[in-house]
């Protein structure tokens, strides 16, 4: 794949998974029925703008903490064990805790943290809160969540093994992405979601062309790695699988959208969020804003399965089929376009670029609009 293909794969995934959320936010708290009052009877299909910028939510916030988190511990480790990278991640998560709970001030090792809009409360997860809460006092983190907010932030580590494959396997890409939703989420679920998107987002990079039979091997693939990845769990990981095979049926069969969702659940927990999506997706997989728009309409949280189904669609067509009315009113467009570069771009082991160690460690990099920033 040439390298402008692939940046343009790795910003369609993580820009489109904040259209999606953005989209989603507006109506995550509304049935269907009401969503089709306000809206009309196809729903939702257009941002409504609050002083002119479409928001998006704790899910994109999250993800970019997660992308810090991670670049940050690629950098300093030199792409060390998933273990050593880890602990980083849970660090931007108690990052993004502080723009929650905090006066805004930027961090000393978060460059996310100088920007104004993520320091907005956008209905952050009780169990991200709780669960951050608990870390940042010393305590241990004991729950059994399931809730979609483990599987909503991890495909920052799909978009890097995508550009990195040389640096990670597969397998890492599904364990690190796991782990990562177990900081906050004890629920093997929820570890299965994460991993699923992040290995789907990976080889949805990869392919050049992902048609819907392309796409069924995909997901029917990292379903297949699930015992090897995270063992011990027949009966939950069979009851996860089933979801996400009736899933691709559904797709491809010619039940309405709605009725479609409705048997899937309604994306509040994990498993069903990223089942809501890979419907979406396996539905609509030659159009951004159909998959987008069938993501969110429906009874449930509908920014969550709309922020997984734009990361996968937006791996599988990019950014450059993100139509522009979803990119020109995108809280903080620029700066998603840049975290997207800095993901795929190269990373010299153990000579580290120095632009991206300097983004991540040490202070904000040039050309970033200072209206942004705190």
């Known amino acids: 794949m040439i390298r402008e293909q692939l940046q343009d794969k790795c910003r369609g995934s993580l820009v489109g998974g904040a259209v999606g959320d953005a989209l989603g936010y507006e109506v995550e708290f509304m049935n269907l029925a009401a969503i089709r009052k306000r809206f009309g009877k196809k729903g939702i299909t257009c941002y409504v703008l609050h002083d002119g910028v479409a928001q998006f939510s704790d899910d994109t916030q999250m993800t970019l903490f997660t992308l810090e988190g991670l670049m940050s511990g690629v950098i300093d480790t030199k792409a060390g064990k998933l273990e050593a990278i880890l602990p980083y991640i849970e660090k931007g998560y108690l990052n993004w805790h502080k723009t929650q709970t905090g006066i805004p001030e930027p961090q000393a090792d978060s460059w996310m943290s100088h920007i104004r809009a993520l320091w907005n409360r956008r209905a952050p997860g009780m169990t991200c809160m709780g669960a951050l809460d608990n870390i940042a006092q010393g305590m241990e983190v004991r729950n059994n969540s399931k809730g979609c907010g483990g599987v909503m932030r991890v495909a920052p580590i799909g978009i890097f093994n995508a550009a990195h ?60 790695m699930m015992p090897k990845y995270f063992p011990g769990h027949d009966e939950e990981l069979g009851r996860f699988s089933r979801l996400i095979h009736r899933a691709l049926a559904l797709g491809q069969d010619s039940i309405p959208e709605a009725s479609a969702i409705r048997e899937l659940g309604e994306g509040w927990v994990g498993d069903e969020a990223i089942a809501i999506a890979v419907f979406s997706v396996m539905r609509h997989i030659d159009s951004f804003e159909d998959c987008i728009v069938c993501a969110v309409n429906h009874d449930g949280d509908s920014d969550s399965t709309g922020a997984i189904a734009g990361n996968i669609i937006g791996a599988i067509l990019g950014y450059s089929a993100i139509p522009s009315y979803y990119l020109e009113n995108l809280e903080i467009e620029p700066i998603l376009v840049s975290a997207a570069d800095d993901l795929c771009a190269d990373v010299k082991i153990p000579e580290v670029n120095r632009r991206i160690g300097d983004r991540y460690i040490k202070h904000i990099p040039t050309g970033i609009d200072k209206d942004f920033l705190l």
Do not use: M, P, Q
């Open 165 to 224: 494959s040389n640096l990670y396997k597969y397998d890492d890409t599904a364990h690190l992405a796991g782990w990562a939703a177990e900081i906050t989420h004890k629920h093997i679920a929820s570890t299965f979601a994460s991993a699923l998107l992040a290995t789907t987002v990976e080889n949805c990079i990869h392919d050049e062309t992902v048609d819907r039979l392309t796409f069924s091997w995909i997901v029917d693939g990292g379903l297949t």
